[in-house]
């Protein structure tokens, strides 16, 4: 299964040049008018884990296979994009396929590239976004009320409970309140994913600035911190030239010393990814040998015979257990046959969470 992060904003604030950055690929045009984004694209990146580096050198791997994350790049949305206006139908319609969303806001000026609004203001942007969401919600849940308030009459139990959660759901919509802002019991989680709401998805907040802000941030990127941080959401800073620039370099040492010129200990893309893998509740373990070192993403919460699954559907069939070694103990005995023999590799069974970082050996039934 892949998941992926929905890239979406206003036109020009430097969305395509993020993805063009996020996948090392001029794949989706950067051009200073809207609309340039006609179709979605769709790039898959590494997700930088040194853990990875780590146990490939200690276990003498071949190979090194990073996990990924999925990015899609979405046409700019503008003001009544849930009345059609823009790109407006195709543009929600291609954010609904998505796991999770990424705003990009605009925090820099530049008179050289022109703002669909006249002015720069990252907070309007975002409730502008965020309104064309839940509009788009509010006029999916009107539709589909009736049909669910007659099937709920019928008694059937799981119908009630859909009804009564589109209900609450509307009401918050009335309110000027996204989906995600309902509370929702253990039960009631999957009976609300299945309405597949906009507003209802994960969101990131990235704050595209000029290079000289790059390290530090302004005044428009505290003031969408503060927006996130009562939203309950992130907010990453970013330079999207920077990051542009750092894409096409070839060597690491080239790359590290631009980021060191620009006073950055790291991409911001970095950033981005770790950030998007946290809001997909997303984690790593490893499998590692002498042909290859790989990361395989699971979910939090995710069992053994889960995670079994994820490197073919007869392990997770067949599972009988995995032999699992802690990522410091792995490093600490300097490998499988040293944490074997200090006792640090553990037998677990079909109960097991697999934690973040785990080294696992699975057996099964052949």
């Known amino acids: 299964m892949s998941f992926n992060c929905g890239i979406v904003g206003l036109p020009n604030v430097g969305k395509s040049t993020l993805f063009n950055a996020l996948t090392q690929t001029a794949a989706a045009q950067a051009a200073n008018f809207p609309f340039c984004t006609i179709e979605p694209n769709i790039g898959k990146v590494a997700v930088p884990d040194e853990r990875l580096n780590k146990i490939a050198t200690i276990g003498g791997s071949a190979k090194i296979i990073p996990a990924q994350l999925e990015f899609v790049d979405i046409a700019g949305l503008v003001k009544g994009a849930s009345k059609g206006e823009g790109l407006g139908n195709q543009f929600l319609a291609n954010i609904r396929e998505t796991d999770a969303i990424i705003y990009v806001l605009r925090c820099f000026e530049d008179e050289d590239i022109t703002h669909v609004e006249g002015s720069i203001d990252p907070i309007r942007d975002a409730e502008t976004i965020e309104s064309e969401l839940m509009i788009s919600d509010l006029e999916s849940i009107e539709r589909q009320l009736k049909n669910a308030e007659r099937k709920a009459r019928s008694g059937d139990k799981e119908s009630k409970l859909q009804f009564d959660i589109m209900e609450r759901i509307k009401t918050a919509l009335d309110n000027l309140e996204p989906a995600s802002s309902v509370e929702l019991g253990d039960d009631e989680i999957p009976l609300a994913n299945a309405l597949c709401l ?152 079909k109960e097991y969470v697999v934690q973040d970082g785990d080294i696992i050996l699975f057996r099964q039934n052949t």
């Not at 370099?249 to 060191?260: A, G, K, N």
């Not at 200990?265 to 290859?292: H, S």
Request: glycine share 10%; hydrophobic share 35%; aromatic share 6%.
């Open 198 to 349: 906009l507003s209802a998805k994960p969101i990131l907040y990235v704050c595209n600035v000029s290079e000289d802000d790059a390290a530090t941030g302004n005044d428009m990127t505290k003031r969408v911190a503060e927006m996130a941080a009562n939203k309950g959401a992130q907010a990453v800073i970013v330079s999207a030239e920077i990051e542009s620039e750092i894409a096409q370099l070839d060597s690491q040492e080239d790359r590290t010393e631009l980021l060191e010129s620009m006073g950055l200990d790291e991409p911001g893309l970095n950033k981005i990814i770790r950030a998007g893998y946290t809001l997909l509740g997303l984690r790593n373990y490893f499998t590692v040998g002498p042909k290859e070192a790989r990361a395989w993403t699971i979910s939090v919460g995710d069992k053994a015979p889960q995670a079994a699954g994820k490197i073919h559907s007869d392990f997770e069939k067949g599972f009988i257990r995995a032999e699992t070694i802690a990522f410091d103990d792995y490093v600490n005995c300097n490998g499988e046959q040293g944490a074997k023999e200090s006792g640090k590799m553990r037998q677990e069974g």
